[in-house]
């Protein structure tokens, strides 16, 4: 005997088409997907029943979800309505829409996975609160028109051949039998909700399989709700006070005093010998700068994409193993302006309560500085002018840019030349009114469409290799027009990157795409050098405080590497939810509602291999900067005293 009578089944008949319909096309995009990772995915059957297995299982919880439209109207739907021509009409119209959804979204994640090698994740939550750029970013950078008249008519295809199944009928349905259909999904619905998680497909070692089992809508919603993590709740602690008091250990360097007896706080006093060097200090974060395209780096594997830059290492003093806080504009920022470890989520620059933190700006204008930050866009985006105008520096953005003053520009923000052309108008401005000068400037055109000035560079525009170039070539010319300046031979400049161009790899925190490189530049005043040591991305501005000999307050978590003992340099490497740790050659990671894992990485492929002895020490440090920097930032004891 059939549990559901004849009628229903007539009745929800186009519901059984839309699942065939979405489990197909999941199917699909996976197996497209699995072919361009390549030889990234072992070549094996056991791999591929894993992937598609796990990933069909991943596909059924989501029709769950996403059946819920149809499923209402079949519900619902009058069997008057359901009968007539006219209703049979709209409900195509509706089984259209659905479709187009379905084959929409489909490329939207082939597109996704092109740019980051992942499903979609946090990032593409991101991009939903700013639809202006993202939209504009998509259509410059992709023929987005053609692509939905494209899906529209294959739509229109599908609905067309799936008439019969679409056929609606009703040989005497009854309200109460539809609602027990309707039950009996919400009963499947709620114990999908309670029983399944989006880690439970991360069985493998390998973070491209993990990937590819998911399914992307899913995991979208996923980040949705985790896009901001209580530390205590999801991760492994130390007592409150052991925490604290680790850290102070940890923190404690030849050239620090703690202030204070309170092992909840972290100020120290930073004494450097020698007259300070009031010098102008451009820090330049440039996007998407990987290591790769650096030669020098262990990692390179572009020869001589950045001439320019190569060339420039020779000149300055140049740092071969500095690792990103993580895979974001918004991380290099905060570890480049906090000098803390990320917390998980999503980063301080765009989350509430992050005003009057103790800054580097906040140093410098100690000092007398003029402090800035300098971004070709709109700094409304990713809340770049709020975070830096709330700590410690004027925010300047694309607003004050005279469109005279613009050879290019983008969705994102102007040309980097024309960016570095403002740089120097604010040093100009500095300068005649006799005050040193800060400036943190955060450039665009290393980022799709990879547009830029027409003529910079041989390679032609679209693609990321041409950006780069273009990237390297504004670099070296401002660096020449700034040597014409009255204040170029008191200048510093940092180059650095805000992160790697991709950070998907066999691992989930695979460190090569973590690898980022530091050049620091000022003829007159640093001597040209190669600093082979570990550095985190927040060490950067308290080693630039010490080589100007500065004396001053600190509550940073960075270290000055050049007062640094041998053997204790470590970095920090995440994304969103998983929190690692660099050092001694070890990685060490925390993972919500898990216990700390331990990695032996490799530094130019990004694999790594489960550790055969753990290393409890590794693991309590790893705990002790996560923790006890989220509590402070949660609790609201970063801010300045």
């Not at 059984?16 to 979405?22: D, E, H, N, R």
């Not at 998983?578 to 925390?590: F, K, N, P």
Request: aromatic share 14%.
């Amino acid at each position: 005997m059939h549990l559901v009578s004849p009628a229903l089944r007539q009745r929800f008949r186009p519901l059984a088409w839309y699942g065939v319909l979405f489990l197909l096309v999941a199917f699909v995009v996976r197996l497209i997907l699995l072919i361009k990772t390549g030889k990234d995915v072992p070549h094996s059957i056991g791999a591929w029943l894993y992937i598609f297995g796990v990933g069909l299982g991943y596909d059924l919880v989501t029709f769950i979800y996403m059946g819920w439209p149809m499923l209402l109207v079949l519900w619902l739907l009058p069997r008057r309505a359901a009968m007539s021509p006219w209703g049979r009409k709209i409900f195509l119209g509706f089984a259209w829409v659905l479709a187009f959804a379905t084959l929409f979204v489909a490329v939207a994640e082939l597109v996704f996975w092109g740019e980051f090698s992942a499903r979609f994740n946090f990032i593409a939550v991101d991009y939903l609160v700013y639809t202006h750029e993202v939209v504009g970013n998509i259509r410059e950078s992709y023929p987005i028109g053609t692509w939905i008249t494209m899906i529209a008519l294959l739509a229109v295809g599908i609905v067309w051949l799936s008439r019969p199944k679409l056929a609606l009928g009703d040989d005497g349905s009854r309200f109460g039998g539809r609602t027990l259909v309707v039950l009996g999904w919400l009963v499947a619905t709620v114990a999908v909700s309670f029983g399944v998680d989006a880690a439970m497909k991360d069985g493998q070692r390998n973070q491209y399989m993990n990937e590819l089992a998911g399914d992307g809508t899913y995991q979208f919603f996923a980040a949705f709700r985790e896009n901001e993590l209580d530390y205590a709740k999801y991760y492994p602690s130390l007592p409150k006070d052991q925490a604290f008091g680790e850290l102070r250990t940890l923190l404690k360097t030849p050239d620090a005093t703690f202030t204070s007896n309170d092992p909840m706080d972290i100020t120290r006093r930073i004494e450097n010998t020698g007259p300070e060097k009031k010098l102008n200090v451009v820090l330049i974060s440039v996007e998407s700068l990987s290591g790769d395209y650096v030669e020098g780096l262990s990692v390179s594997k572009h020869k001589h994409l950045m001439p320019n830059l190569d060339a420039l290492a020779s000149k300055s003093l140049f740092f071969t193993e500095l690792y990103a806080n993580g895979t974001r504009t918004v991380r290099g920022l905060e570890a480049l302006s906090l000098s803390v470890p990320p917390t998980p989520g999503e980063s301080i620059v765009k989350r509430p309560g992050n005003e009057g933190l103790w800054s580097l700006a906040d140093v410098f204008n100690e000092k007398g500085y003029k402090s800035e930050f300098v971004y070709g866009g709109y700094g409304y985006f990713d809340n770049m002018n709020h975070f830096f105008a709330s700590n410690g520096y004027e925010a300047v953005d694309r607003n004050v840019i005279s469109d005279k003053d613009i050879h290019a520009e983008n969705v994102w923000g102007v040309a980097d030349e024309d960016l570095f052309t403002l740089v120097m108008k604010r040093m100009d401005d500095a300068y005649a009114k006799g005050k040193p000068y800060f400036g943190h400037v955060m450039t665009t055109s290393n980022h799709r469409p990879f547009t830029f000035p027409a003529g910079r560079v041989p390679l032609p525009q679209g693609s990321r290799r041409a950006a780069v170039q273009y990237t390297d070539w504004a670099i070296a010319d401002f660096l020449k027009r700034a040597s014409t300046k009255p204040w170029f031979d008191d200048t510093i400049f940092v180059i650095t990157a805000d992160h790697c161009a991709t950070s998907a790899g066999k691992t989930s925190l695979p460190v090569d795409r973590y690898h980022i490189p530091l050049y620091i530049y000022s003829p007159k005043h640093v001597a040209p050098g190669r600093v082979d040591r570990l550095m985190s991305q927040i060490d950067i501005p308290p080693t630039l405080l010490g080589m100007l000999n500065f004396s001053y307050t600190s509550r940073f978590y960075g270290y000055d590497l050049f007062k640094l003992e041998p053997g204790r340099e470590r970095a920090f490497l995440s994304t969103y939810q998983e929190l690692g740790y660099l050092h001694g050659g070890m990685m060490a990671s925390l993972v919500p509602r898990q216990p700390v894992k331990e990695m032996l990485p490799e530094e130019i492929t990004g694999d790594a291999k489960p550790v055969t002895t753990y290393d409890d020490k590794n693991a309590k440090d790893a705990i002790t900067y996560y923790q006890t920097a989220a509590y402070l930032f949660t609790n609201g004891l970063m801010k300045r005293k």
